[in-house]
């Protein structure tokens, strides 16, 4: 008889040699693919992570911004390329298309669904966080910033050369700009300023060929196309060219707190008639919480503002058209721009500005998001009947932006963004937990399907609009991976409503092989006739 120890080691060692070479095959094969189109130095060996480099872990993490997605059940990339050179990113188109593999493209990777990082079919990542470059040009007023910087890291380069200049985008600052600003980017200077894409005068993207274009090289199609129509359906963003805005040297803000004891419910309904129409100055948020620790379940209203303008002004414009509110000069801080954003973003006073070049956010969650358009103010009794489902329901809390001024003045069909005048606010609905497991996830899933559910008759309708950097899945995917014109409609129209069909003509001219896709992809009709043919 053998000796069962030895049998062991012989079949331990064919199974560990048999997976490593296998392995090492395959790797050593995409590494030759990829090198063999790009260039030597730097090379792109050294920027891509198998699962078995030691570092495959920690780079899918860093930049996953939701738990749902972290979990082993989650799809995993074959591999990740972080490309430092063009060519890189060049080589990873080309290998993908060789091999039929999906390319996921991540900049800050805040995707509320996270598709910036998952796929069910077999698939690689490629993530631009070392392409982060900021060049700001007071001259022009105007910067180039590459797609893997966040809104942080611009808010800084652009305070760091002037006192009196910003940018409209997002109040979060490790949003990434390459998802941010080809999804629409909306901020506190919205209604000033219009969205983050409104701004753009310029940008350089890698199409499904290869080829570097720009503006110019890319046509007024392919430009419309990536400022509010999702980067990821037409090619890689490399860069944006952004046209900076003037902000006074002191701007105001203010928070305030009422609950439904303090006469929350008339204020809320107040603000929805004057929230869009006040002057374009001022910004100001709600946030309605469900409160029930206390004795008496109760909803808080909080009102976040941002005034451009200092608070003497502020204070008598609010005494003039929302003096249910009872604004006084103890509630308003004046400050810098560049303070203001700490301030939105929950910083405490005397922050060093250097926390916005930070690119880990505070403590992760997981999340679910949904969105919604209001067009009609919602009655002080149907109001009450919210507050009612929110209290039962718990948890969702809703975060009411206003709209008007600007945002107004910009037609349906001037970016893929269609969401323009006619509407007074959104409604971001958001659940967040923090215990792992299905159980915790099916039950905040099942809260905010049921609010979003319930608000059907108070919000936007045929389409029942969305917004698209407010990713979420609920309201449709491609199932098929080459998705039909009429199944992507069902969805896309929510996000561009009449703006989908000039999207699927861009999509089917310059994409027309269906590269670029996703389960939210815009298709191609191109690619979807000549499968049907076959
Ligand atoms: C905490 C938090 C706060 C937020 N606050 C705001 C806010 O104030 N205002 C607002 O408008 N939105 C806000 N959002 C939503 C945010 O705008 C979107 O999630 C946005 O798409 C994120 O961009 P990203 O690059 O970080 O994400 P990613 O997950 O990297 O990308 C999002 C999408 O863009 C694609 N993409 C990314 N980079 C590129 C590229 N270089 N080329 C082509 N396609 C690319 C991805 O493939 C994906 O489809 C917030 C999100 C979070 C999580
Ligand atoms: C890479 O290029 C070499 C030399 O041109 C060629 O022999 C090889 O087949 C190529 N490999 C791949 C995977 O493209
Ligand atoms: C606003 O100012 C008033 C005094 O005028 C004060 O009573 C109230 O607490 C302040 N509210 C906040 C949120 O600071
Ligand atoms: C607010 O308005 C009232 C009445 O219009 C006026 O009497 C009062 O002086 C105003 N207060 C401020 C601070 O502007
Ligand atoms: C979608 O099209 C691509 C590109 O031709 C192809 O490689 C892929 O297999 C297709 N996927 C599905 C699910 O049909």
């Known amino acids: 008889m053998r000796n069962p120890v030895s049998i062991l080691s012989v079949v331990v060692f064919l199974l560990c040699n048999s997976m490593a070479n296998s392995d090492v095959l395959e790797e050593s094969s995409i590494l030759q693919c990829l090198s063999n189109h790009s260039v ?37 990339p074959l591999f990740i390329v ?3 050179h063009v060519s890189h990113i060049q080589a990873s188109i080309i290998c993908c298309k060789i091999h039929g593999w999906e390319m996921r493209i991540r900049s ?14 077999p698939f690689m990542i490629l993530d631009t966080f070392n392409l982060r470059f900021i060049s700001v040009d007071m001259e022009d007023e105007s910067a ?4 893997g910087a966040t809104l942080g890291e611009l808010f800084y380069r652009i305070a760091e050369k002037s006192k009196t200049h910003g940018f409209p985008a997002g109040v979060c600052p490790t949003v990434g700009v390459g998802g941010h600003f080809s999804g629409g980017g909306y901020g506190n200077m919205m209604r000033k300023h219009g969205l983050s894409t409104d701004n753009i005068v310029d940008a350089q993207l890698v199409d499904a060929n290869g080829r570097i274009l720009d503006r110019e090289s890319m046509g007024e199609d392919l430009f419309w196309a990536i400022r509010g129509g999702g980067g990821a359906s037409f090619g890689v963003i490399l860069s944006w060219k952004i046209k900076l805005v003037s902000v006074p040297e002191i701007v105001t803000v203010f928070r305030i707190e009422k609950t439904l004891e303090q006469g929350a419910t008339d204020i809320v309904h107040k603000w929805q008639y004057i929230a869009d129409k006040i002057d374009e100055n001022l910004f100001i948020r709600v946030v309605l919480l469900p409160v029930t620790k206390t004795h008496l379940p109760s909803i808080k209203a909080k009102f976040i503002a941002l005034f451009l303008g200092n608070a003497e002004k502020l204070i008598s414009l609010m005494n003039g058209t929302f003096p249910e509110l009872g604004l006084s000069p103890m509630n308003c ?11 939105w973003s929950n910083y405490p006073k005397g922050t060093s500005l250097e926390v916005l070049l930070n ?3 505070q403590p992760e969650k997981y999340l679910k998001k949904k969105s919604d358009y209001v067009q009609e103010p919602i009655s002080k009794k149907d109001l009450e009947g919210i507050w009612k489902k929110m209290i039962e329901l718990r948890r969702p809390a809703l975060t009411l932006n206003p709209y008007g001024g600007k945002m107004s003045e910009i037609s349906e069909s ?7 005048v006619g509407n007074i606010y959104k409604i971001q609905y958001s659940v967040t937990w923090k215990e792992d497991g299905p159980e915790a996830a099916d039950r905040s899933l ?20 969305s917004y698209l950097n407010y990713r979420d899945v609920d309201i449709g995917i491609n199932e098929i991976g080459n998705a039909s014109y009429s199944e992507a409609k069902v969805w896309a129209s929510k996000y561009f409503k009449g703006n989908f069909d000039r999207l699927v003509q861009v999509k089917s001219m310059v994409d027309p092989g269906n590269f670029f896709r996703y389960e939210q992809s815009i298709p191609s009709l191109t690619f979807w006739k000549s499968t049907m043919a076959e």
């Open 333 to 343: 801080s004046e400050m810098s721009w560049i303070e203001s954003v700490l301030f």
């Open 446 to 465: 099942d809260q905010i399907a049921r609010i979003y559910d319930y608000m059907t008759p108070y919000v936007s309708k045929s389409p029942r609009s």
């Open 82 to 84: 972080v490309p430092s």
């Open 40 to 76: 030597t130095s730097p090379p792109i060996s050294s920027v891509t992570y198998f699962p078995t480099n030691p570092s495959y872990t920690s780079i899918l993490q860093s930049y996953i911004r939701n738990l749902r997605f972290t979990s082993d059940t989650t799809p995993k």
């Open 144 to 147: 180039w910033v590459q797609s």
């Open 414 to 420: 001037e970016t893929p963004f269609p969401h323009r």
């Open 359 to 361: 690119r880990q956010p």
């Open 108 to 121: 800050g990777g805040h995707d509320y669904d996270g598709l910036s990082y998952v796929s069910a079919a």
